[in-house]
């Protein structure tokens, strides 16, 4: 069960998610209803991406139970991770709930997952403005930065800003030393990213990769994106 429903396995390939429902607390039962209804846009939002995929096989239950792999393969996960990350951003999506346990593992590729908690921003938003005056959005990027180190060291870690109200200090941090990305990890747990493309430059310029987009490629993409989205997100639920 999760905070806001109730997963039920359909199949081997489709998992269903119900809003959870409490007995004579209809107040909370609409809570966890908006927030379905919230994650059933993200996705409309986020169309089809190989990186994200719904609820088949948890990320630090799969560290767990299974040996680590070669260097090569951690390297094309951490690769898929901020790829997708990235295609979410020019969506105007933030998932606001990124922590190893949200990664899933299907067919051995991580996927994100669970959008219950994320919030749908106008088409037409500047994110880097949303970024720069708001604080929560590079919360966000601290949470990649846990996801990234827990590939790269095959150990889960997550560090909880909202519960510690604070940015980690160094004593709050496992070691990256000789670590995959370990210079990202630092600047994700650091506050050093002003957004999710400045950290995505940094990692194709570390990696050697090219961006999939220009800068005005997404504004072409956005403009084609707000015309495909109308429809869907404006249908009754």
């Known amino acids: 069960m999760g ?11 489709t998992i269903i998610k119900h809003p959870r ?17 919230t994650e059933k846009q993200t996705y409309e939002r986020l169309g ?18 299974h040996d680590k792999p070669s260097e090569a393969i951690r390297a094309s996960w951490i690769q898929s991770i901020v790829e997708t ?20 593992v299907h067919n051995d590729s991580p996927k994100v997952a669970d959008f219950g908690n994320a919030e749908i921003y106008a088409l037409y938003a500047d994110m880097e403005a949303i970024y720069m005056e708001e604080p929560f959005p590079r919360v966000y990027i601290l949470g990649i930065g846990c996801i990234i180190y827990s590939i790269a060291a095959w150990r889960a870690f997550w560090y909880d800003y909202f519960e510690q109200d604070r940015w980690p200090e160094s004593e709050d941090l496992p070691v990256t030393t000789g670590l995959l990305c370990e210079d990202i990890i630092r600047k994700c747990w650091s506050n050093s990213y002003e957004n999710m493309q400045s950290l995505y430059e940094d990692f194709n310029a570390f990696t050697g990769t090219d961006l999939p987009f220009s800068k005005e490629e ?3 993409f956005i403009k084609i994106l ?12």
């Not at 429902?21 to 209804?37: F, G, T």
């Not at 105007?92 to 990124?98: A, G, I, R, S």
């Open 218 to 220: 997404c504004t072409v």
């Open 3 to 13: 905070y806001s429903g109730y997963i039920c396995k359909a199949d081997e390939d």
């Open 21 to 37: 429902y409490l007995p004579d607390n209809e107040p909370y039962n609409e809570v966890y209803r908006d927030m379905i209804s």
């Open 85 to 104: 990350f990235w295609h979410i951003y020019p969506c105007k999506v933030l998932h606001q709930d990124v922590k190893p346990n949200n990664i899933l």
């Open 226 to 237: 707000s015309m495909w989205a109308c429809g869907p997100l404006s249908s009754p639920v």
């Open 48 to 65: 089809n991406h190989k990186g994200i995929i719904p609820f088949l096989g948890v990320h630090d239950h799969y560290i767990q139970n």
